[in-house]
């Protein structure tokens, strides 16, 4: 058996340390070609740092306020920076939002859609090699590093992933990437474009999908282990009944009772995206912003670590 002595000092020490520094939190898109991943990261910095292609508008308008500053009370990093990646297909920005003194980084990594060809085969490849070598170039630099030197930690410590909202479940390569993904990062399932469902559909998808990955024993984040308190096991069931979050996106604002608000127009009314009747994208956006420099690093830590296991493990098994 495993045991990890002397790490409740190990996560003490890290937290103390990320409080000083500030926190980072990287999240990553990944869903089919269309669903609205590069619309829903807009709105989550409610600013047009994407178009709909995929290229970075580094030249657009710069916001006036953002969806995290108005919550938050914080200012975004601008010009967001870009980050090519080899492939030249990933792109990724960051946001600095300062809540309570502690200075929070949220990045979100954006994917190109997946599944796009007719052989699918290892298509989600891309993704899941950069989220290992994420975990593998930050051990071997907490390995070699002296202990005090900073490490920019570019891990993937959550991953949106999008479903189809089609009412009916999952596809089969669905199932296979969500698998896949799941042995490597924290995945967070979303229903993409919840606007063409109707409430009552909405609710018997996300209870559809909640069973199809129960079947098929998709571990999905949050994760319950020995380490947490009564409340924060409660806090975990209740997140378990909302996910998937059934989110909408949108990139224009419309005008409801008077005031301009992100939403869309759709044949049978005008959703604002942040009303909680309309959809879940403020559950989804809470979500992302609440994780604390606390226990919820120490999870992300623990499953860092049995990542970069994962990937030692299939490195030697090589
Ligand atoms: P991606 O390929 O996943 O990055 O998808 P895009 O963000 O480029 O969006 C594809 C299309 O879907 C665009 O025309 C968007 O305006 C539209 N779209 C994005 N989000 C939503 C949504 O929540 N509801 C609806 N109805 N359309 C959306
Ligand atoms: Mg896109």
């Known amino acids: 058996a495993q045991s990890y002595v002397g790490f409740d000092t190990i996560t003490k020490q890290i937290e103390h340390k990320l409080l000083k520094r500030g926190f980072r939190f990287n999240v990553m898109v990944v869903g089919q ?20 292609k995929g290229r970075l ?4 308008p710069i916001p006036q306020t953002t969806a995290i500053e108005e919550t938050q009370h914080s200012k975004p990093q601008w010009p967001p920076k870009r980050l090519e990646l080899d492939s030249g297909l990933i792109i990724a920005f960051r946001v600095a939002i300062v809540e309570n003194a502690v200075k929070l980084k949220l990045n979100i990594i954006d ?11 290892g298509c989600w490849e ?16 907490e390995l070699t590093a002296q202990r005090d030197r900073h490490i920019a930690d570019t891990r993937v410590h959550c991953c949106l992933f999008f479903i189809n909202p089609t009412g009916h479940g999952l596809k089969p390569l669905d199932i296979t990437v969500l698998r896949k993904l799941s042995e490597v990062v924290n995945v967070v399932p979303v229903i993409a474009k919840a606007d063409s469902l109707t ?7 996300k209870e559809r999908i909640r069973a199809e990955l129960q079947q098929h024993a998709i571990k999905l984040y949050p994760f319950d282990t020995e380490e947490l308190d009564e409340e924060e096991v409660r806090l975990n069931e209740r997140l378990r009944t909302m996910i998937p979050f059934a989110v909408v996106g949108s990139e224009k604002t419309v005008v409801i009772d008077g005031k301009a608000v992100r939403g869309r127009k759709t044949r049978w009314a005008t959703i604002n995206v942040e009303d909680e009747r309309h959809c879940e994208f403020v559950y989804l956006r809470n979500f992302l912003t609440s994780c604390r420099p606390t226990r919820s690093v120490a999870s992300i830590a623990v499953r860092s670590l049995h990542a970069s296991r994962l990937v030692r493990d299939e490195q030697t098994s090589a």
């Open 33 to 52: 070609t269309g669903l609205g991943k590069s619309t829903m990261v807009n709105t989550l910095f409610a600013s047009h740092l994407i178009d709909s």
């Open 57 to 60: 508008d580094v030249d657009g």
């Open 111 to 121: 994917t190109p859609g997946y599944g796009d060809l007719l052989n699918n085969d």
């Open 126 to 141: 891309p993704i899941t090699r950069y989220i290992k070598d994420q975990y593998s170039g930050y051990l071997r630099k």
């Open 199 to 205: 409430l009552e559909e909405r609710e018997l998808f």
